[in-house]
C-alpha cells in the first residue's frame, strides 16, 4: 500500500464529534490559516501565505496523483487514443479538486472512458460534476436505480404515473391514474427537485404516447429485460427523463439494482399488463 504524504498524517481530520472550538482550530491547522488562533509571532504574514499555498498545492497533486493511479487500476490493457488535449487540460484542473475517495473513483472511471472512447465525456458535465458535493452524487445514485427504459429509447426514466381513460362523465372524460410512489424508496420529490437545479433531471414532466391495445412494450429495469401487453386500450405513462447530461454521468456511476423498487413498480404495472421477463 502506498504511504500517505506526511502533510496527510499530520493534518487528518478524524469525522467524530468535536466541538465547535476544536473542530474550527483543527480545520484552520489543516489548511494553513490557524495564526490568529495559536499566533506564532515568528512567522510573517508573507511567510505563513506561502505555507497555505504550499499545502493547498500538496493536496491537489495528492488527488490527482491519486486519480491517475486508480485510473491505471481500472485499465485491462484496452486499445486507447491520445485524448484531447483542451479535455485533458480542464479535466486535471477540475480533478484536482476533488477530495472525496469515491468521488475520485468516479473521476478516475470518466479518464478511462475517455482514453478508450473520446467524447464520450463532454466539458460541460465535469463542470456540472465538479460542483456537486458527496451527498448530491448519492442522490443521483438513488435515482439511477429506479429509473427504467422504454422501448427502443435508451434514456433513463422515472415513471410518476400510468394513465388509463375511465368512463365518460357527461361534459368530460375523467382519466384514472395509477400513481407510481417511488419517494417511497429513499428518493423524496425534493430530491428530484436539487438534481433539476443541477441539470441532470429535464425539469417537464413528459407524458408518453397512448399506448395501444395488443401492442408490446418493451421495458428494462436495470439489467432485466420485460414485455408488457396491454389489458386496454390507450394507456400511457408519465416520467421525469433524465437529461442528456444525466445520461453520461449515469453510464459512470456505480449504483446497486433497487429490488424492492422493482418489485414494487412490476406489481403496479401488473394490473394493466401481461408481464413476460426476456431470456
Request: glycine fraction near 2%.
Amino acid at each position: 500500500m502506498t504511504p500517505k504524504p506526511q502533510f496527510l498524517k499530520d493534518t487528518t481530520i478524524k469525522r467524530l464529534l468535536v466541538k465547535s472550538k476544536n473542530r474550527t482550530q483543527s480545520l484552520a491547522q489543516h489548511l494553513g490559516y490557524d495564526s490568529l488562533i495559536t499566533p506564532n509571532h515568528d512567522i510573517s504574514l508573507t511567510d505563513r501565505y506561502l505555507n497555505s499555498q504550499k499545502l493547498r498545492h500538496q493536496r491537489e497533486q495528492y488527488n490527482i496523483e491519486k486519480i491517475f493511479k486508480l485510473t491505471y487500476d481500472e485499465c485491462s490493457n484496452e486499445i486507447t487514443t491520445e485524448p484531447d488535449p483542451d479535455w485533458l487540460v480542464r479535466f486535471i484542473k477540475m480533478a484536482k479538486q476533488v477530495y472525496s475517495p469515491s468521488m475520485q473513483k468516479l473521476w478516475a472511471r470518466i479518464l478511462k472512458k475517455e482514453l478508450i472512447h473520446p467524447g464520450a465525456t463532454s466539458l460541460k458535465t465535469l463542470t456540472i460534476l465538479i460542483s456537486m458535493t458527496q451527498k448530491e452524487a448519492l442522490l443521483f445514485q438513488r435515482t439511477i436505480s429506479v429509473c427504467c427504459q422504454i422501448g427502443n429509447s435508451k434514456d433513463r426514466k422515472i415513471i410518476t404515473s400510468i394513465k388509463t381513460p375511465a368512463k365518460f362523465i357527461p361534459f368530460r372524460q375523467k382519466n384514472k391514474y395509477y400513481p407510481i410512489e417511488y419517494n417511497q424508496y429513499n428518493l423524496p420529490y425534493s430530491s428530484i427537485i436539487i438534481l433539476m437545479d443541477l441539470g441532470l433531471i429535464l425539469k417537464t414532466e413528459f407524458e408518453s404516447s397512448a399506448i395501444q391495445h395488443t401492442t408490446h412494450i418493451q421495458l428494462q429495469l436495470q439489467d432485466i429485460h420485460y414485455t408488457l401487453n396491454c389489458y386496454t386500450k390507450n394507456i400511457s405513462f408519465t416520467y421525469y427523463r433524465i437529461s442528456p447530461i444525466g445520461q453520461e454521468l449515469a453510464s459512470l456511476i456505480e449504483y446497486k439494482n433497487n429490488i424492492k423498487y422493482n418489485s414494487y413498480l412490476l406489481e403496479v404495472l401488473a394490473q394493466l399488463f401481461t408481464i413476460t421477463t426476456e431470456q
